[in-house]
T-cell receptor
């Protein structure tokens, strides 16, 4: 089965600071997705990466997929309290969808 | 923007009772999914559904679980005889046809088994 390990497990940053969350797969990724979850709410789709070396940005969030397609990073520039939540990476194996262990982000104003 | 809606937001049920969780996927989506998240744990895949039948299911999705698309808009998850360990957040998701289409999630139903 697909295993997705995220690091760090939790992160507390001061507003305005940059941060990076990593997602490492036990197998080659054919599609890597980033979602954000607020406590007690559903998952919000952020970005999808498919090609090795691909990088996508949306507002202050940038996600990259490495050339070997086994690791992805999510980078937030100049973090804001609205960025707080749990960030999940997910992978589609073609028959099932697996989520990572999650990274809880707290942004202190 | 269209969204996936789930009802109820919170369901409290006695152990052994049947429960039905309801979802209305995004209207032009053709793939439907159920996931669960036990408190403090990972989001886990339960089942995917396409063309009125189950596409894939995980080990969690045993005979106690069933899914149905009773009409053109609803997608339901039924748990026949609930157990304490079924207490979790259940998320419905849907996606468009095609490979690597992102799944869009509802806000979930919190199921509490007493």
């Amino acid at each position: 089965s697909q295993e997705l390990e995220q690091s760090p497990q939790s992160l507390i940053v001061q507003e305005g600071k940059n941060l990076t969350i990593n997602c490492t797969s036990s197998k080659t990724l054919y599609g890597l997705y980033w979602y954000k979850q607020k406590y007690g709410e559903g998952l919000i789709f952020l970005m999808m990466l498919q090609k090795g070396g691909e990088e996508k940005s949306h507002e202050k969030i940038t996600a990259k997929l490495d050339e070997k397609k086994q690791q992805s990073s999510l980078h937030i520039t100049a973090s804001q309290p609205s960025h707080a939540g749990i960030y999940l990476c997910g992978a589609d194996t073609g028959n099932q969808f697996y989520f990572g262990t999650g990274t809880s982000l707290t942004v202190i104003p | 923007e269209p969204e996936v809606t789930q009802t109820p937001s919170h369901q409290v049920t006695q152990m052994g009772q049947e429960v039905i969780l309801r979802c209305v996927p995004i209207s032009n989506h053709l793939y439907f999914y159920w996931y669960r998240q036990i408190l403090g744990q990972k989001v886990e895949f339960l089942v995917s559904f396409y063309n009125n039948e189950i596409s894939e299911k995980s080990e969690i999705f045993d005979d106690q679980f069933s899914v149905e698309r009773p009409d053109g808009s609803n997608f339901t998850l039924k748990i026949r005889s609930t157990k304490l360990e079924d207490s979790a957040m259940y998320f419905c998701a849907s996606s468009q046809l095609g490979s690597n289409q992102p799944q869009h999630f509802g806000d979930g139903t919190r199921l509490s088994i007493l």
